[in-house]
C-alpha cells in the first residue's frame, strides 16, 4: 500500500487572492522572529507592491475588528504578527467572510438548490467567476465522494446526504475553529443544552463540545430543509445503538426539533464515532451489538488487538490507556462503517500524514495486518481504515515500533550509575523517532555502530564507532541521530 495520504486543504476552495492573504497572514504569525519582505517575496512567489498590499488589507480587518494592525514591521525590517492566536484565528475567518464562499456554503445549510443568477446579482460576481470558483471547489469536494452540479440555472450538491453532512461541519469547523457560532439559524444554548442531554459526560470538557456541537447543528438544519438521512444507508447496527438509547433524550430531539426518526438514529451512530462518548459506555456491549449485526466490524477489531497484542505482549487492554484505546478503535471502526472512504478527520491536523513522512513502516504494517485478515476488503475502506487505525495506534504506542531496530553498543568507561544516566540520555534523545536497542556488554557482537566515552577493544575496531563525552553535548547529540538515520535509510533500502 502507498503513503498516500495527503491533507486535505480546505484553503483551495477559496478565490486564488484570498488564499494568497491567507497563506501570508499564517506565515508571519507563524515565525517567532518574523519575516523580511524578501522572504515573502520567495514564499509567495509574489511582487513586493502585491505583499504591500496583502498586508495593508490585512491590517485593515484587523482594525475594523481590534482597533489595531496585526502586522507590524520591526526596526530589523521584519514583518511580525502583534497579536493572539485567538486573534489570528478570528482575523482569519474575517479574512474567509469576505468572500462570497461562506455564504454559498451556508446557503446550502437550509437549501437543496441555489439560483445562480440570483446568487450571482446579490454577490456582485459574474456566473463565469462562480462557475470558476466551483471547479477549484469540486477539485476538493472529490475526496468527499461529492460534486457541485449545475442544472437548468440551478446549483446543487450531488452526493449521499451523510458525507454532505461531514463536508459541510468539517468546512465550518476549520474556518471557525469554534471561535465564532456559524449557524445563525440556530440558537446556540439551545443546541448545547441539547448535547448535554444526548451526550451527557461532554459537559465535563468545555473545549471539547464544539465538534459535537457543529455536527448536531449541521444535522438539525439540513433535516428541517427536508434534506434527510436514507435510513437504509445506516450500518445494521444503528437501530440497536437507536433502541439502547435514553427515550428522555429521543423526545428532547423530537420536541425542540421535530426530527423524525431516521434523522435521530443518525444523530445517535454519530455520538459513537467520538471515543469520549464511548467511555461513558459499557465497551463489552458495543462489541456486542457490533458482533450480532454486523460481525465483520466486530472481528476487524477483534483482529487488530491479536496484532497490537502479538508486537507488545506487556500491553493490557484492561488498563485505563487499555480501555482508551478500545474506544478508539471501536470509534474509528464506527466511522468507516458509516462514511466508508472518506480517510480524513474533521480536525485540522496532519498527524498521520506527518507520521508517514517520520515512520514510512508504519502505515504499510497496519495495512498489511488488514489485508492479510480480509483479502477481499477494497482499497477505498482498506485506506480509510488504515488511516483511523494507524491513529488509535499511535495514541496509545511509539510508531517507530514498526521500523527497523537499530541496535546500538554503548561502552562508557565510566562508573555504572554514569553508564546508566548515559543509556537513559541517548534513548530520551532518540526514542522520538527512532526504534533504538542499547547494549552495555562489550561481548554482543549484534550491533550496528558503538558510541564509545574511551577507550575499545581492539577486535572492536573495524565496527562504526561514535565517540562521545559523558555529558552528551549537542554536537556528540547531532552526531548520533545523523548516524541512527544513515542505518535506518539502508535497512529501509533493503527491506524495500
Known sequence: MKNSYIPIEFLQIFPKETQLKVKILTTIFQSTTGHQIGYLVKYSNLDRKTIYKYIKEINEVSIKQFKKDAILLSDKKQYYFAMTKSEFLTLRFLI??????????????????????KFCIENYISENALKQQIKAINSLLVNFDLEFKTRKGFL????TEHKIRYFLSTFFWRIYRGFKWPFFQLEKSKVKETLSLIYPNIGVDVNKQEVPLYLLAVSILRAK??????????????????????????????????????EIKFIILFLHIFPEYLLSKDNTSILEQLSIYKNNSYLSIL???????????????????GQQFLSILISSR??????????????????????????????PSIAANLKEYDSNISEAELKSLVFKYAQ???????????????KILLIADTPIYIETILVNRIKSVLSEKFNVSISTSDQSDDFDFIIATGIVNHSLLKSKILFVYPHLPVKDIVNIISTCENVLNKKNVLKN
Open 96 to 117: 474567509f467572510e469576505t468572500t462570497f464562499i461562506i455564504e454559498l456554503i451556508n446557503l446550502f445549510m437550509r437549501s437543496s438548490t441555489v439560483n445562480i443568477t
Open 156 to 159: 446543487y450538491l450531488s452526493g
Open 225 to 262: 430543509s427536508k434534506n434527510l438521512i436514507l435510513e437504509e444507508i445506516l450500518p445494521p447496527y444503528t437501530n440497536s445503538f437507536y433502541e439502547n438509547f435514553s427515550n428522555e433524550s429521543i423526545k428532547t430531539l423530537v420536541t425542540n426539533y421535530h426530527l423524525p426518526t431516521s
Open 303 to 321: 483482529n487488530f488487538l491479536d496484532f497490537v497484542n502479538k508486537k507488545h505482549k506487556e500491553w493490557k487492554i484492561n488498563s485505563h490507556k
Open 334 to 363: 464506527i466511522f468507516v462503517d458509516i462514511f466508508n472512504d472518506t480517510y480524513f478527520n474533521i480536525y485540522e491536523l496532519n498527524l498521520i500524514y506527518h507520521s508517514q513522512q517520520e515512520f514510512p513502516n508504519l502505515l
Open 392 to 406: 488509535a495506534y499511535i495514541y496509545a504506542f511509539p510508531p517507530q515500533s514498526f521500523e527497523p531496530l537499530i
